[in-house]
């Protein structure tokens, strides 16, 4: 089986950035993905890491490390409205199941 | 424009009613799964549906079924409804086998069992 993690909250201050941690307890990987939730509203993916390293995406990069089970999302020049909940998604590789964690809701402040 | 539809958007039912919550997605995914989300437990799996009559038990199914009958429609049937049963409900659905990396979800059904 697979158990996602991830810390709850997390704050941070609107020109800085923002890493939003995820661990992830495996038999097997076949992938680990980002979205981002609003308030009341449906996920929206952001991107998806399978290879160790970091991945440049702009505005949101993602980061894996498959031996320590760690993947993050960074968030650079946070604005207001990157204030959503993250969540992390881990792929069973037995099927096509897909474990998510709880979410980090990310407050952004002026 | 790929679009996965839920109805309704909310529901408000008693306990030992029946509830019908219906998806529908326009992208001909073969792949769609239904979702409950609760504050702090994130989302958890109900079921996969791989394509027409061809589904699997997610991580909590006990007290739920599905139906798919078209590609584009699947459906999650509560018979005899609990109150433990009062979450936000959300479909998805994604392009190819092994689930693809991208799963579109819809908006969400809201439903409260008293």
């Known amino acids: 089986g697979q158990g996602v993690e991830q810390p709850a909250k997390l704050m941070s201050v609107e020109g800085t950035f923002a890493r939003v941690n995820c661990t992830y307890s495996?038999?097997?990987?076949?992938?680990l993905s980002w979205y981002q939730q609003r308030e009341g509203q449906a996920p929206v993916f952001l991107s998806y890491v399978v290879l160790d390293g970091l991945k440049d995406s702009g505005h949101f990069s993602t980061f894996l490390s498959r031996s320590n089970g760690y993947s993050y999302l960074l968030l650079t020049e946070l604005q207001i409205k990157d204030s959503a909940s993250y969540l992390c998604a881990v792929r069973d590789p037995g099927g096509y199941k897909v474990v998510f964690g709880s979410g980090t809701r990310l407050l952004v402040s002026p | 424009d790929m679009k996965v539809t839920q109805m309704p958007r909310y529901l408000i039912k008693r306990m030992g009613e029946n509830v019908l919550l219906e998806c529908g997605q326009d992208?001909?995914?073969?792949?769609m799964y239904w979702y409950r989300q609760d504050p702090g437990l994130g989302l958890q799996l109900i079921y996969i549906s791989y394509d027409v009559d061809s589904n699997s038990e997610g991580d909590i199914p006990k007290g739920y079924r599905v139906s798919r009958k078209k590609r584009e429609h699947f459906s999650l049937i509560l018979d005899s409804a609990k109150t433990n049963q009062t979450s936000v409900y959300f479909c998805a659905s994604s392009l190819s086998g092994l689930g693809g990396p991208e799963q579109y979800f819809g908006p969400g059904t809201r439903l409260t069992v008293l």
């Open positions: 992208m001909s995914h073969e792949t």
């Open positions: 495996t038999s097997g990987f076949n992938g």
